[in-house]
C-alpha cells in the first residue's frame, strides 16, 4: 500500500509539471503542440518509476496512465482557460459610468412615451434596440433621462452603480466559463487522440517497468 500511495504522489507530481509546462507554452506561443502530450507521459512514468523502486509491472503501470490521463486533462483545460482569460482581460476594467445609467432610463423614457402615443423622434436608421449612448437618442428623451437620473440621492446613484458593475462582473465570469468549456471541448482533434494514446502507451511502458526490460 505504502508504495501505491508513493507512485500515486509521484505521479500527481509528475503530472501536475508536465501540465503547467504544457499549459505555459500553450498560453505563451497561442498554439498547441501536440507532441508535448507524449512528453507528459514520459515524465509521469519517469516520476512513477523512479518512486515504484524495485517494483514493477500492472499497478505501477496502470498508475502512470491515471496520473498521465489527468495531467493530459488538466494541461489542455489550463492552456485553454489562460487564452480566454487573456482574450477576456478587458472585460475586467470595463466601467459603469452614470451615462450607462441613463442609457437603461432612456430605454423606460421611450417605452412610456410610445405607450402614451407622444412622438419619440428617433434619427434616421436608430432604433431603441441600436441605441447605447446619449449620441444615439433624440435629445428630449436624453433630458428626461438625465433629469431622473440626478432625481436620484447620490448614495442611491453608487449603489446602483455598483450593483450595474456586480452583475457585469458576475456575467463576465459566466462567459469565461461558458466559452473556457466549450474550447476545451472543440479543442480535440485526430492528432491529439494519436499523442494522447502514445502519452498513456509510454506512461504505462515507462512506469511498470516494461522499457527497462525490453
Not at 485553454?80 to 459610468?97: G, P, Q
Request: proline share 3%; hydrophobic share 50%.
Amino acid at each position: 500500500m505504502g508504495n501505491i500511495i508513493k507512485c500515486s504522489i509521484a505521479a500527481l507530481i509528475g503530472g501536475a509539471v508536465g501540465a503547467a509546462i504544457w499549459a505555459g507554452i500553450t498560453y505563451t506561443t497561442n498554439h498547441e503542440i501536440g507532441w508535448i502530450a507524449w512528453g507528459i507521459g514520459l515524465l509521469v512514468g519517469i516520476s512513477v518509476r523512479f518512486a515504484a523502486g524495485e517494483s514493477d509491472g500492472f499497478v505501477p503501470g496502470t498508475i502512470a496512465v491515471l496520473g498521465a490521463i489527468l495531467a493530459l486533462l488538466a494541461g489542455k483545460y489550463a492552456a485553454v482557460h489562460l487564452l480566454v482569460n487573456h482574450e477576456l482581460s478587458n472585460a475586467d476594467t470595463i466601467t459603469v459610468t452614470s451615462e450607462d445609467m441613463c442609457v437603461g432610463i432612456a430605454d423606460e423614457v421611450v417605452e412610456e412615451w410610445e405607450t402614451a402615443g407622444k412622438p419619440v423622434n428617433w434619427a434616421p436608421g436608430m432604433t431603441v434596440d441600436e441605441a447605447g449612448s446619449e449620441a444615439d437618442y433624440p435629445a428630449d428623451i436624453w433630458a428626461e433621462a438625465e433629469k431622473r437620473w440626478n432625481e436620484i440621492p447620490p448614495d442611491e446613484q453608487e449603489s446602483q452603480l455598483e450593483e450595474r458593475r456586480a452583475a457585469i462582473a458576475m456575467l463576465t465570469d459566466m462567459m469565461r466559463g461558458q466559452i473556457t468549456d466549450a474550447g476545451f471541448k472543440d479543442s480535440f482533434n485526430a492528432m491529439d487522440l494519436l499523442f494522447f494514446a502514445l502519452a498513456v502507451y509510454t506512461a504505462f511502458k515507462v512506469g511498470s517497468g516494461m522499457a527497462a526490460g525490453a
